[in-house]
């Protein structure tokens, strides 16, 4: 089973290459965040077509997340992050895929720090934890994947200098992560790349792409059933280079069966 996670930045405008991609790659479930899109807009029938079939958790303009299944309906168990009744962002959708329960998560960026947004990013932070520590104690295989916003420590950056003061890099934020691998849950690409200098995400300005100036971002976190089964991950890197393509590059988890 294949699991990968890639914030899309925009379903509408990076269409043809998300289709590109799922055809060349097929992964066996793909979790999609940033589709910045309604749910009524949200081009399921484009996905039908090559053999995917879709949940999606849509917001106008910003966030929204979706899980795609290559011949499965995937079957929704959680849609909003439970812990705040008020927060209507769309960030997290679940569901069991093939026995294995996925998680698509957009995390808060959470810029400008200190301010309400990072506050908020912080409380959703322990708002995932809460939940997620739901999900492990039910013993139930489960992945959380997605764009976390969180660069866990310094080998995950080209230069822990440039990115310092931003939110992404903050010391709550890190604790706030290296408590959920506390918990019990597996890093996947930090696993089998205990050295780092692996990026997820390059950013459109400054040239970050072509002097490979990125960071790790995009997150695979897989429970104990899960990580068992762990056999390879990687970053679909070169789909970062396409025309017209989103800042980030698919990420992916090989498990064995």
């Not at 055809?23 to 090559?50: H, N, S, Y």
């Not at 708002?127 to 764009?147: C, F, K, M, N, Y």
Request: proline content about 6%; charged content about 25%.
């Amino acid at each position: 089973m294949k699991i990968a996670t890639f914030n899309i930045n925009g379903i509408k405008a990076r269409l043809p290459r998300l289709k590109e991609w799922l055809e060349e790659t097929r992964p066996t479930v793909a979790c999609l965040q940033e589709i910045k899109t309604q749910d009524e807009g949200f081009p399921a029938d484009e996905f039908e077509a090559i053999g995917y079939k879709a949940i999606w958790h849509g917001q106008k303009g910003f966030n929204g997340v979706a899980i795609l299944a290559d011949g499965i309906e995937p079957v929704e168990t959680q849609r909003g992050l439970p812990g705040d009744p008020d927060d209507e962002h769309a960030r997290y959708l679940e569901a069991d895929v093939g026995g294995v329960r996925v998680a698509s998560i957009y995390l808060p960026n959470g810029n400008p720090q200190p301010g309400p947004k990072f506050d908020y990013k912080l409380a959703w932070m322990e708002r995932l934890r809460a939940h997620a520590a739901s999900l492990w104690a039910q013993e139930i295989p489960t992945a959380l994947v997605g764009d976390f916003n969180v660069i866990p420590e310094d080998k995950d950056v080209w230069s822990p200098r440039a990115m310092a003061n931003d939110a992404l890099m903050q010391t709550e934020s890190r604790d706030a992560y290296a408590r959920l691998l506390a918990d019990g849950w597996t890093d996947a690409v930090d696993t089998l790349n205990p050295r780092g200098g692996v990026w997820t995400f390059w950013d459109y300005q400054a040239g970050a792409w072509q002097r490979d100036h990125g960071f790790r971002i995009d997150h695979l976190l897989l429970s104990p059933e899960l990580a068992d089964r762990l056999s390879a991950v990687g970053v679909d890197k070169e789909h970062r280079g396409r025309e017209k393509a989103s800042d980030h590059a698919p990420v992916w988890v090989q498990l064995k069966d």
